[in-house]
């Protein structure tokens, strides 16, 4: 398995209970260094407070060989133009190192959020990345886009505009994905599919991967080298006794994604759709203290990987090994102790 972390390295997700660590755009040079200096194939970040292709453009000059990318960058809001300026840009300054990641969100995000008109996501984000790879080909080869859809209608480029060829213009496109309709859109137009987290690896073999392949099918394209890239639900710490307060997270966290409609493909794959309905009910009534009580150890342990320092590199590769491609996995890194630690786990996670 390739290896990726999200910056800044060694950050936990913090769960419901309590505020994510504030982010510093001064250190993210640093941090990317860090990274590619423990050996990681890449490094991501996610669209949340800051603009991911910003970030991605810090930690492309601070590095020299680690990839970087969008784990996952909103397609939607911006155009397919937009989009693929900034990729290209970034494929340009880092050397070829960049992987477009690329999430639809969820429609009251779309709709209230960003204030565009919905339209279902799964044949939109098919034409959105067809859109993005036909103005890459047209720089590439100095010529005219061509692309007519219902969504986008791109048939214009001038000098002015036109970036030109660059030396590494095959940049991949990674999807976020849980339904298997996008994992079909997946295998039929990109080179990666990225599931959330919530997605166990029992789900992704058996509904997202033959989904995948179902894609390629439809388009007769191979998908040899077709990158399956999970962040997953992780409680670790250095014994026992603090590891109880990451599993505390880590349980009001699988109990918010099974209350959310969008993951729900998730959670009925595995016969808990009573559950997901009564979770459904008790976020709708701002009952969020309750809910981590609903997950049972079993259901915690089914969609998270739970251990201590000396075993959750077992667990990771027990699960996911022969069934994803890259995984993501860091712990804080405060000290050189830390670092060593860290160094040593990511030496035995490439051991598979």
């Given at each position: 398995?390739?290896?990726?972390?999200l910056?800044?390295?060694?950050?936990?997700?913090?769960?419901?209970?309590?505020?994510?660590?504030?982010f510093?755009?001064?250190?993210?040079?640093?941090?990317?260094?860090?990274?590619?200096?423990?050996?990681?194939?890449?490094?991501?970040?996610?669209?949340?407070?800051?603009d991911?292709?910003?970030?991605?453009?810090?930690?492309?000059?601070?590095?020299?060989?680690?990839?970087?990318?969008?784990?996952?960058?909103?397609?939607?809001?911006?155009?397919p133009?937009?989009?693929?300026?900034?990729?290209?840009?970034?494929?340009?300054?880092?050397?070829?190192?960049?992987?477009?990641?690329l999430?639809?969100?969820?429609r009251?995000?779309?709709?209230?959020?960003?204030?565009?008109?919905?339209?279902?996501?799964?044949?939109?984000?098919?034409?959105?990345?067809?859109?993005?790879?036909?103005?890459?080909?047209?720089?590439?080869?100095?010529?005219?886009?061509?692309?007519s859809?219902?969504?986008?209608?791109?048939n214009?480029?001038?000098?002015?505009?036109?970036?030109?060829?660059?030396?590494?213009?095959?940049?991949?496109?990674?999807?976020a994905?849980?339904?298997?309709?996008m994992?079909?859109?997946?295998?039929?137009?990109?080179?990666?599919?990225?599931?959330?987290?919530?997605?166990?690896?029992?789900?992704?073999?058996?509904?997202?991967?033959?989904?995948?392949?179902?894609?390629?099918?439809?388009?007769?394209?191979?998908?040899?080298?077709?990158?399956?890239?999970?962040?997953?639900?992780?409680?670790?710490?250095?014994?026992?006794?603090?590891?109880?307060?990451?599993?505390?997270?880590?349980?009001?966290?699988?109990?918010?994604?099974?209350?959310?409609?969008?993951?729900?493909?998730?959670?009925?794959?595995?016969?808990?759709?009573?559950?997901?309905?009564?979770?459904?009910?008790?976020?709708?009534?701002?009952?969020?203290?309750?809910?981590?009580?609903?997950?049972?150890d079993?259901?915690?342990?089914?969609?998270?990987?739970?251990?201590?320092?000396?075993?959750i590199?077992?667990?990771?590769?027990?699960?996911?090994?022969?069934?994803?491609?890259?995984?993501?996995?860091?712990?804080?890194v405060?000290?050189?102790?830390?670092?060593?630690?860290?160094?040593?786990?990511?030496?035995?996670?490439?051991?598979?």
């Amino acid at each position: 398995m390739k290896l990726e972390t999200l910056l800044p390295l060694g950050k936990v997700d913090p769960g419901l209970r309590e505020p994510a660590a504030p982010f510093d755009l001064q250190t993210i040079g640093r941090e990317s260094l860090k990274a590619e200096e423990l050996g990681y194939d890449s490094i991501m970040f996610e669209e949340t407070k800051f603009d991911p292709y910003v970030v991605m453009a810090l930690a492309a000059n601070a590095t020299r060989n680690v990839g970087i990318g969008t784990a996952v960058a909103i397609a939607f809001p911006r155009s397919p133009a937009v989009t693929a300026m900034s990729a290209w840009t970034l494929q340009s300054l880092s050397g070829g190192r960049f992987i477009l990641g690329l999430g639809t969100q969820v429609r009251a995000h779309i709709e209230r959020r960003y204030g565009l008109k919905w339209s279902p996501a799964g044949p939109w984000m098919r034409e959105y990345v067809l859109a993005v790879k036909e103005i890459w080909r047209a720089w590439q080869s100095s010529e005219q886009p061509d692309f007519s859809g219902q969504h986008y209608n791109i048939n214009l480029t001038v000098p002015l505009f036109d970036p030109g060829p660059i030396d590494t213009p095959d940049i991949p496109i990674h999807l976020a994905a849980v339904n298997s309709y996008m994992c079909e859109v997946a295998g039929e137009v990109s080179e990666g599919l990225r599931p959330h987290p919530v997605c166990t690896a029992e789900y992704i073999k058996n509904v997202m991967w033959p989904a995948v392949h179902r894609g390629a099918g439809n388009s007769s394209r191979s998908i040899k080298d077709f990158s399956m890239s999970i962040k997953p639900l992780i409680a670790t710490a250095p014994d026992e006794e603090s590891l109880q307060v990451k599993i505390r997270d880590i349980r009001a966290r699988v109990a918010f994604y099974a209350s959310t409609p969008a993951y729900r493909a998730a959670f009925e794959a595995h016969g808990l759709e009573s559950l997901a309905d009564e979770l459904k009910l008790l976020s709708r009534a701002q009952r969020w203290e309750e809910m981590p009580s609903q997950i049972s150890d079993d259901v915690l342990n089914q969609y998270a990987c739970v251990g201590t320092y000396d075993n959750i590199v077992a667990i990771l590769k027990d699960r996911y090994a022969d069934i994803v491609t890259n995984v993501e996995f860091s712990i804080p890194v405060n000290t050189p102790e830390d670092g060593d630690i860290l160094r040593g786990m990511i030496s035995e996670l490439r051991l598979t």
